[in-house]
């Protein structure tokens, strides 16, 4: 098993890679360029560039699946709990001064960022 175990590895040692430091750049140019597309208001073309990091990296989209089946039941969950009572109270209880609509459009992407 050992001498298996250190074969496989050392074909691993082998194999070309990027360098780590190179591809965080090149994910966050892709994230910046997201937000800027996002800011514009173009969803196809923020949804385009975003599924670049999955050429570049295609490891990265298992580990998006796998942190989207085990983060978001429990994230959506507590949203729905929580948005559903306190929009029933602000509608029916609040002023109507206190009851604000906020658009997300470019202004507020920059200014979230």
Excluded: D
């Amino acid at each position: 098993y050992n001498s298996k175990f250190s074969a496989v590895a050392s074909e691993f040692r082998e194999l070309p890679s990027t360098p780590f430091k190179k591809l965080m750049i090149i994910f966050g140019l892709i994230r910046m360029a997201c937000v800027v597309t996002a800011a514009i208001g173009s969803a196809s073309l923020t949804l385009l560039i975003s599924l670049l990091q999955f050429v570049i990296m295609p490891a990265s989209f298992f580990v998006s699946i796998c942190t989207l089946l085990l983060l978001s039941p429990s994230i959506i969950a507590a949203h729905y709990i929580t948005i559903v009572p306190v929009q029933v109270i602000m509608e029916n209880f609040a002023p109507t001064w206190i009851n604000l609509y906020l658009e997300i459009n470019g202004w507020f992407i920059g200014a979230f960022f």
